[in-house]
C-alpha cells in the first residue's frame, strides 16, 4: 500500500545545530508540504514543492530550507537551530485535493 | 496573507450531545476541505466542499459550505467518545496550497 513516512520520528538537539527532517511518500504525489502544529496555531505552511526541483516558501519559512531531487522525497532542513522551532513537524503529500500527512515528527531544541 | 479563523478553540460535551464547529473567511474560497486529528495522531482527511451551498453527510457528520464561500460549518449529532480530536477546517483560494483554521479541540465525557 501506498505510504508516506517520516523519520526520525523524535529528534532533540542543540540551539545552532543543523537539523534535517526526513519525508518519504510512495504514493507518486507531485505535491509535497511541510507543516509545523503549534498549539494554539493549528497546522502552519513552511515549505511546499509542486513537483521536481520546484520549492516555494510558506507563511512560516525562515529558518527553513527544502530540496526536491526526486518525486518521493522532500527533506526538510533547519539550518541553524532555534528553540522557537521546538514543534511538531508534519509532511503531506498530494495530487489533487485531499492531502495525506506522514505520522509526524516531535522535535526538541534545547 | 489569507486567514482562516475557526471557532470555537475548545468544546466539552457530554456523550450524546451535538456539536459543531465553524469556520470562516474574508475572502472567497476556491474549496474548502475538513480533516480530524485523533490525540498523538495525525490529521486525517474528512471532506472536500467546493459548491456554493452544498452540503454533505457522512453517517453523524454534516458539513456545509456558505452561499458566499466564505464559510463552512463541521455538525456533529449524538457525539460518542469515538468523535474525540481536533478537526480542521482546510480553505484554498487557489491551487493545492491549504491555509488551515487553528482547529477546535473536542472533548466527549461519557
Known amino acids: 500500500d501506498a505510504e508516506i513516512t517520516q523519520s526520525p520520528r523524535h529528534k532533540i538537539t542543540e540551539t545552532g545545530r543543523q537539523v534535517t527532517l526526513a519525508c518519504h511518500q510512495t504514493?507518486?504525489?507531485?505535491?509535497m508540504f511541510w507543516y509545523r502544529q503549534d498549539l494554539g496555531h493549528g497546522l502552519r505552511l513552511i515549505h511546499y514543492?509542486?513537483?521536481?526541483?520546484?520549492?516555494n516558501k510558506g507563511e512560516v519559512s525562515d529558518g527553513y530550507s527544502v530540496s526536491r531531487s526526486n518525486t518521493e522525497d522532500l527533506p526538510l532542513t533547519l539550518e541553524s537551530a532555534a528553540s522557537s522551532q521546538t514543534s511538531v513537524y508534519f509532511c503531506?503529500?498530494?495530487?489533487?485535493?485531499?492531502?495525506?500527512f506522514g505520522p509526524g515528527t516531535r522535535l526538541t531544541v534545547l | 496573507g489569507q486567514q482562516v479563523m475557526q471557532i470555537p478553540q475548545y468544546q466539552h460535551v457530554q456523550e450524546g450531545e451535538d456539536f459543531t464547529t465553524y469556520c470562516n473567511s474574508s475572502?472567497?474560497?476556491?474549496?474548502i476541505q475538513w480533516y480530524k486529528q485523533r490525540p498523538g495522531g495525525h490529521p486525517v482527511f474528512l471532506i472536500q466542499?467546493?459548491?456554493?451551498?452544498e452540503v454533505k453527510k457522512q453517517k453523524r457528520l454534516t458539513f456545509q459550505f456558505g452561499e458566499a464561500k466564505k464559510n463552512s460549518s463541521l455538525h456533529i449529532t449524538a457525539t460518542q467518545t469515538t468523535d474525540v480530536g481536533t478537526y480542521f477546517c482546510?480553505?484554498?483560494?487557489?491551487?493545492?496550497?491549504?491555509?488551515f483554521g487553528a482547529g477546535t479541540i473536542l472533548r466527549v465525557k461519557s
Open positions: 482546510a480553505a484554498s483560494k487557489y491551487g493545492n496550497k491549504l491555509v
Open positions: 503531506a503529500s498530494s495530487s489533487l485535493g485531499e492531502q495525506f
Open positions: 475572502t472567497t474560497l476556491s474549496n
Open positions: 466542499l467546493v459548491k456554493s451551498g
Open positions: 504514493w507518486n504525489h507531485n505535491n
Open positions: 514543492s509542486y513537483g521536481v526541483h520546484d520549492t
